[in-house]
């Protein structure tokens, strides 16, 4: 192979992050038509629409900006070094960096792949107390190998090969997440609507919001829990939970949760971008983990954690939430008040739990798939390698 020009990213590429109009103004959102993206929108190696839409006015009237066609989309807050290709015009929010090529003798496809390799490095860099960020700075400065066009080609063109049929896998994985909301949707309405008549509730009359550790008589000196961060909850329901710690040393400064609790991440973007998970698969059946969590433990005889779980990931759970959000921009979270007055429809449990019994045959469906995914993506890691080092 030729031998590579290194350059830093700062030097090939205009880097700017995104932002977000304000939620109290409808005029910067209602009848919107340029795709606003989140984390949760980053689902495949293109992005070519968004759950979420703004309007003109919100872009000229607010920090947004808008990153046009065939920018590299890279996540810089909570959840970092996820990257994308815009295959529309689009604007972000504040926790994604939008990455527009100078220099034509990089080719877009080829430093995706260049930046899919580094996630780890970079992640490495971050820093933060309640959620780990990296600065526009030292993505900047990133160092990136530039071999000659017919070298980047070449490598790009057996990358995309493997990169198409793991889309493939993924795109099957969003089309069952896309059937499981549409039977809770079928099956109990929508978020604070009453469409069957059940009565509305509030979520602190069928659940515990925030529960005392000290109510749990497992916790002793020298018992092993489950530790869980930010990072280790996904926007897609899943959660890490083989690191294993002793209470002693999460007892204090650390949120505590126990099994099939629903984890509720409060802090913007995480709420934002849909981070949340049932609490499964605990060491002793107890967790802890991040402040940045709001815990809602369901009380057995009304409500099911599988549908109150499904319940907090709706856009418009999601909307209202942060229109009831306080602090500072960077720091704005969800008061526990907000869950606590929140209206919802309870329905019967034999509804709830038919429910669970779909999200059960589904998630087979999706276990099959993610066991193939895995394996694609580990031929895609060690290419990588052997391309990159």
Known sequence: MSKCQTK??????????????????????????????????????????????ITEFGLENSSAKIFTKGTIIYTIFATI????????????????????????????????HYLVHKKEEVKALSRGVAQNNINLTLLRALEID????????????????????????KIQLLELDKLAKSRFIEMFGRCSEDKFGWGLKTLEDCCVINPQKTTDSRLKPGLEVSFCPMPYISEKGEIKTDDIIIYDKVKSGFTYFAENDVLFAKITPCMENGKGAIARNLKNGIGFGSTEFHVLRPKKEMITPEWLYFLTTFQQFRKDAENNM????????????????????????????????????????????????????????????????
């Open 8 to 53: 830093k990213l700062g030097d090939i590429c205009d880097i700017q992050s995104g932002g977000t109009p304000s939620r109290s103004k409808n005029e910067y959102w209602v009848h919107g038509t340029i795709p606003w993206v989140k984390i949760s929108d980053i689902n495949s190696k293109f992005i070519n629409k968004t759950e979420e839409l």
């Open 81 to 112: 070094g996820e990257v994308a290709i815009l295959n529309c015009n689009a604007c972000t929010n504040q926790a994604i960096a939008g990455i527009k090529i100078l220099n034509n003798n990089v080719s877009t496809e080829y430093l995706y």
């Open 146 to 169: 530039i071999p000659v066009a017919s070298e980047q080609k070449m490598k790009s063109e057996v990358l995309n090969k493997v990169c198409s049929i793991i889309e493939a896998r």
């Open 326 to 389: 306080t602090g500072s921009a960077g720091q704005r979270r969800v008061p526990a008040n907000f869950l606590k007055k929140y209206r919802v429809s309870v329905p019967p449990k034999s509804l709830q739990y038919e429910f669970a019994r779909i999200l059960q045959q589904l998630d087979k469906s999706k276990f099959r798939i993610k066991k193939s995914l895995e394996k694609l993506e580990l031929t895609y890691k060690a290419l990588l390698q052997e391309y990159f080092g």
